[in-house]
C-alpha cells in the first residue's frame, strides 16, 4: 500500500484539484541563467527565421523594436527604455495580443499619412504558398494598447484588383518616387523582372484609399538570372525565373533615389544594387556581393533589415535567413548577423552573428517542456525536449535541463546541461517528455512522444546531469498512435495506478489505461478520442494536460497547431465540453507543446509553453474570483439578436476604458473575422455580411475582462 501512496504523489506533485480555470498572464520576473549569464530575454520563445520592424508602441518617445518570425508567424514586442549603459530593450509580451493577424511577412509605413505606423502582411488565398498584400491601419491608443483597422490594398488597370506575391517574398515597400507615399517592389513568381506598384491614391484624392498601379514591369532596367545575378540593361524574356526573393529599397549612396538589397531563395548573398537613375526612371547599373562581409557566403537566402537600434540616428544592419526548412525550422544553427555604419571605412562593420537569440532559452526548434526533479532538491527544475537539424535524418532530439537554484516560492533556474541523459545519442525525433512513476518504486520514470507516434520509457537517476537508461521491457513498447505523441502521466481513473493521455498529430486524445499492478504497469488503449474531441482539418498536431477537479471531473487544456490553447471540462468515458476555444493571451505562433505545474508554490500551476521555434514562454495563473474576475459573465456581455438571421449582430457589453478586439472562428475553431471595439460605448453593431448559415464561437479580448460565447446563423 506504501507504494501505491507513493505513486500518486508522484504523479500529482505540483497538481491539485481545482474547482474553476485561470486567467493567464505572461511571467517576466523569473530568472533564468547559462553558466554565469542571466538572459534578457528567457522568455520570448526562440527564432527560427525572423523579419526586424521598428515601430513606437508606448508612445514614450523611443521607437520599439518588433522581431517578427516565419516559424509559426509570432510577432514579439521589444521596448526600447534609456539606461546608463544606453539604449536596452525589454521583452513586452503583455502587446502581442493587440496585433491583427499576421502571415508570413510583417512590415510597416505610414499608409494613410497620418504620422503611425501601420502594418503590413499577407494573406492566403487559393493556397499557403499564394497570398496577397494586406494592411492594417493604427489606430490611436493609449500606452497599454493598440489598435488596427483591417484594409485591403487595391490595384488598378489589371485582372486581379490585390497586390498578389508569393509567400516565399520580401518585398520592398517604401517610397520609391519621392511623392511621400510607400511604394511596392517584387518579382513576381517565375518572373524575372522587378515590378513596380506605385502608390496613386493621393492621385485619386485620398491618401488613405491604399490603391496601387502597376507603373513598370521592369523596375532598374535588369533581368533576373537563374545564377542569382542579374543581367543589367536587359529587360528581355528569360525562360527560368525567380523562386523567391528578399529585397530592401534604401538610399545606399545618398544621391536621392532608391538602390537595391537583393537575395534569392537559394543564395547564400545579398547584392547590392546601385541605381543610375533618379525617383523616376530607375536603372541599375552595377551589382557586387563583397560590400559585406568581403563577399564571404552569410546563410542560404538572407534578409537584410536596417533599424536604428541604438536610438543615436545611426542605422544598423541585421540579417538573418527568410527560409524555413521542410520542417518548419531554419536551416542548421540560427545566426542573425548585426553590422554597425563604420566612421573609419563607410562600410559595414561586423559585431556578432548571434544577434537577440542567445539570450532567449532557445537550444533549436520544435520545444516541448517538461517539469521534472531532475537532481532530487525539493525544487522542480525544467526540462525542454527541442531539436536540431542533422545531414543523415534530417532532424533529430535532445534535451536541456534547466536546474532551479531559487527557493520554493522563488523559482531561478540555470542550464546545467543541453544534452540531458545523452538522448542526443538515441536518434530521436520531435521528442515530447513527461515524468512519473509507472512502476512503484519511488522513482519517476521518463516516458518520452516520438514523431512516428511510438514512445520510449526509461528510468532515471536523479543528479545534475540525470542518467537515462532504457526500461527492460518497456510498457509502452507495442503501441504507435497516429502520429506525435505528447504524453501526460497521470491517474485518470482514481485506481491508485498511472495513466496516459497522448495528444496526436491528428489532433484528438489517446487514453491509455494501466490494468496492471502497482509495480508491474500493463497499458491498453480505452478510447483514441478523448472526450469525443475530433478536430476538423489536416494540421491539428496537439498537447493535452488534464488537471483534476474536485468532484472528479477534469480541465482539459489543448495546446494546437496554430500556437492557442482551448480549454474543455469533463469527465473521462463521456465527453467534453469547450468552454474556451483560445485561452487568452495565449499564442505562441506553431505547435503549442503544453505543461502545468505549480513551481512557485502558491497551490496554482504555472503554465509552460513550447513551440516550433524552439523555446518556452512561461504563464502564470491567478483564480478567477467573484471580487476581481478578469472575465465577463453572461449577463454582462449580450450578443442579440442570436440566433441571427440578418446581415448584422448588436453586441452590448460593459464600458470599455480601451479599445477591444473580437474575433469569431467557425465550428473548426478557423478565424473568420476580427472587429476593433471602441471604448466609450456600450452597444456595437457588426457586420455579419458574408457568413453562411452554421454554428460560431465568438471571444472578446479587452484589458478588463475577457469572454467567449457562441453564435448561431440561419440564413
Not at 55 to 61: A, H
Not at 631 to 656: C, I, Q, S, Y
Request: hydrophobic content about 40%.
Amino acid at each position: 500500500m506504501r507504494k501505491a501512496i507513493v505513486s500518486i504523489v508522484g504523479i500529482l506533485a505540483g497538481v491539485l484539484a481545482f474547482a474553476q480555470p485561470f486567467q493567464f498572464i505572461p511571467a517576466e520576473d523569473i530568472p533564468f541563467f547559462s553558466a554565469e549569464h542571466p538572459l534578457q530575454y528567457p522568455l520570448a520563445g526562440g527564432i527560427e527565421a525572423p523579419q526586424f520592424v521598428e515601430m513606437e508602441l508606448n508612445n514614450d518617445g523611443l521607437t520599439d523594436l518588433i522581431v517578427f518570425d516565419r516559424a509559426g508567424s509570432k510577432a514579439m514586442p521589444f521596448v526600447a527604455y534609456d539606461s546608463p549603459e544606453g539604449i536596452q530593450y525589454r521583452y513586452a509580451p503583455a502587446y502581442e495580443p493587440y496585433f491583427p493577424p499576421l502571415y508570413q511577412l510583417f512590415q510597416t509605413a505610414d499608409l494613410n499619412c497620418d504620422g503611425l505606423a501601420d502594418l503590413l502582411t499577407m494573406e492566403p488565398l487559393t493556397s499557403a504558398a499564394d497570398v496577397m498584400l494586406k494592411a492594417y491601419l493604427r489606430l490611436p491608443g493609449t500606452q497599454t494598447t493598440l489598435a488596427f483597422e483591417e484594409r485591403t490594398l487595391h490595384l488598378l488597370n489589371n485582372p486581379d484588383t490585390i497586390v498578389r506575391i508569393h509567400a516565399f517574398d520580401l518585398p520592398a515597400i517604401t517610397d520609391i518616387n519621392g511623392d511621400g507615399l510607400p511604394d511596392v517592389l517584387y518579382i513576381p513568381q517565375g518572373g524575372t523582372q522587378i515590378q513596380y506598384f506605385e502608390n496613386v491614391s493621393q492621385q485619386l484624392g485620398a491618401c488613405d484609399s491604399l490603391v496601387f498601379e502597376l507603373r513598370d514591369d521592369c523596375w532598374g532596367n535588369a533581368s533576373y538570372e537563374l545564377n542569382g545575378n542579374f543581367l543589367l540593361h536587359s529587360c528581355g524574356p528569360r525562360t527560368v525565373g525567380c523562386a523567391g526573393s528578399a529585397m530592401l529599397a534604401t538610399d545606399y549612396d545618398e544621391d536621392g533615389d532608391k538602390d537595391l538589397l537583393f537575395s534569392g531563395i537559394y543564395g547564400m548573398h545579398i547584392q547590392l544594387l546601385m541605381n543610375g537613375g533618379d525617383t523616376t526612371t530607375a536603372d541599375l547599373i552595377s551589382q557586387e556581393v563583397d560590400w559585406l562581409l568581403d563577399g564571404e557566403p552569410i546563410m542560404e537566402f538572407p534578409a537584410p533589415y536596417l533599424v536604428d537600434l541604438e536610438l543615436d540616428g545611426q542605422t544598423d544592419l541585421l540579417v538573418a535567413t527568410n527560409r524555413l526548412s521542410g520542417v518548419g525550422a531554419g536551416l542548421g544553427q540560427t545566426k542573425i548577423y548585426h553590422f554597425t555604419e563604420s566612421e573609419e571605412s563607410g562600410g559595414w562593420q561586423f559585431l556578432s552573428d548571434a544577434f537577440l537569440f542567445p539570450d532567449m532559452v532557445d537550444h533549436g526548434f520544435r520545444s516541448s517542456p517538461a517539469v521534472w526533479d531532475a537532481n532530487a532538491d525539493g525544487l522542480p527544475d525544467l526540462l525542454i525536449g527541442y531539436n536540431i537539424p542533422h545531414a543523415v535524418y534530417g532532424y533529430i532530439s535532445a534535451m536541456a535541463l534547466y536546474l532551479n537554484e531559487g527557493t520554493a516560492s522563488q523559482p531561478s533556474f540555470r542550464l546545467a546541461t543541453d544534452n540531458c541523459g545523452n538522448l542526443l545519442s538515441n536518434i530521436l525525433k520531435a521528442i515530447h517528455p513527461t515524468f512519473g512513476d509507472l512502476d512503484g518504486d519511488g522513482q519517476d520514470e521518463l516516458v518520452i512522444g516520438l514523431a512516428d507516434g511510438k514512445m520510449k520509457t526509461f528510468h532515471t537517476i536523479n543528479g545534475d546531469n540525470p542518467i537515462f537508461t532504457p526500461m527492460d521491457p518497456d510498457p509502452l513498447a507495442g503501441f504507435q498512435l497516429n502520429g506525435f505523441a505528447k504524453p501526460q502521466i497521470l491517474d485518470i481513473n482514481a485506481d491508485g495506478l498511472p495513466d496516459l493521455a497522448c495528444g496526436t498529430r491528428n489532433g484528438t486524445i489517446t487514453l491509455l489505461l494501466n490494468d496492471g499492478s502497482v509495480d508491474s504497469p500493463s497499458f491498453a488503449v480505452a478510447t483514441d478520442t478523448l472526450g469525443d474531441i475530433v478536430p476538423q482539418g489536416y494540421f491539428q498536431e496537439n498537447s493535452p494536460f488534464l488537471l483534476p477537479t474536485a468532484n472528479g471531473e477534469f480541465w482539459l487544456y489543448n495546446g494546437q497547431f496554430d500556437g492557442k490553447i482551448s480549454l474543455y471540462k469533463g469527465q473521462p468515458g463521456q465527453a467534453f465540453f469547450l468552454q474556451e476555444k483560445n485561452i487568452s493571451p495565449i499564442d505562441v505562433g506553431e505547435r503549442a507543446a503544453i505543461c502545468l505545474h505549480d513551481l512557485n508554490g502558491d497551490q496554482r500551476p504555472e503554465l509552460i509553453v513550447g513551440n516550433m521555434r524552439g523555446g518556452i514562454e512561461l504563464f502564470e495563473t491567478a483564480p478567477l474570483t467573484s471580487q476581481d474576475s478578469p472575465m465577463a459573465t453572461p449577463d454582462e456581455v449580450l450578443l442579440f439578436p442570436n440566433p441571427n438571421r440578418g446581415e448584422e449582430v448588436f453586441l452590448k457589453l460593459p464600458f470599455l476604458k480601451e479599445a477591444a478586439r473580437l474575433s469569431i472562428f467557425n465550428a473548426s475553431g478557423q478565424l473568420l473575422r476580427q472587429y476593433v471595439l471602441q471604448s466609450g460605448r456600450l452597444l456595437h453593431r457588426l457586420n455579419l455580411q458574408g457568413l453562411p448559415t452554421g454554428f460560431y464561437f465568438y471571444q472578446i479580448q479587452a484589458p478588463q475582462f475577457n469572454f467567449s460565447g457562441k453564435m448561431l446563423l440561419k440564413r
